[in-house]
Nanobody, 120 residues
Framework: QVQLVESGGGLVQPGGSLRLSCATS????????MGWYRQAPGKQRELVAR???????KYADSVKGRFTISRDNAKNTLYLQMNSLKPEDTADYYC??????????????WGQGTQVTVSA
């Protein structure tokens, strides 16, 4: 059973930074594709960033240049560094583990989510 546990969310002022972490267990972390999703109130869940087992990354247009996804295979941990945060980044952020093939990421497992609020 794959388990994903996010941490690092909180309240931050516009322009500030946060780093989310996702500790994983029960899977071949180093070979799995991983992703961060977010869901704002009243909106659909959207892919923020994903990283393949080989380290290839992709970002949503709305976060390019501000967010960085990374992974530490020795620690079985996924990260999302978020800089220059905007109020529209406010959402629940979810870590996922899944498969990558055909150029697409398919999440299979989910964490419980961590809340990020960007407000003055």
């Amino acid at each position: 059973q794959v388990q994903l546990v996010e941490s690092g969310g909180g309240l931050v002022q516009p322009g500030g930074s946060l780093r989310l972490s996702c500790a994983t267990s029960g899977s071949m972390f180093s070979t799995n594709a991983m992703g961060w999703y977010r869901q704002a109130p009243g909106k659909q869940r959207e892919l923020v960033a994903r990283i393949t087992g080989g380290g290839n990354t992709k970002y949503a247009d709305s976060v390019k240049g501000r967010f960085t996804i990374s992974r530490d295979n020795a620690k079985n941990t996924l990260y999302l560094q978020m800089n220059s945060l905007k109020p529209e980044d406010t959402a629940d952020y979810y870590c996922s583990s899944g498969a990558y093939y055909g150029g697409s990421y398919f999440p299979q497992y989910w964490g419980q989510g961590t809340q990020v609020t960007v407000s003055a």
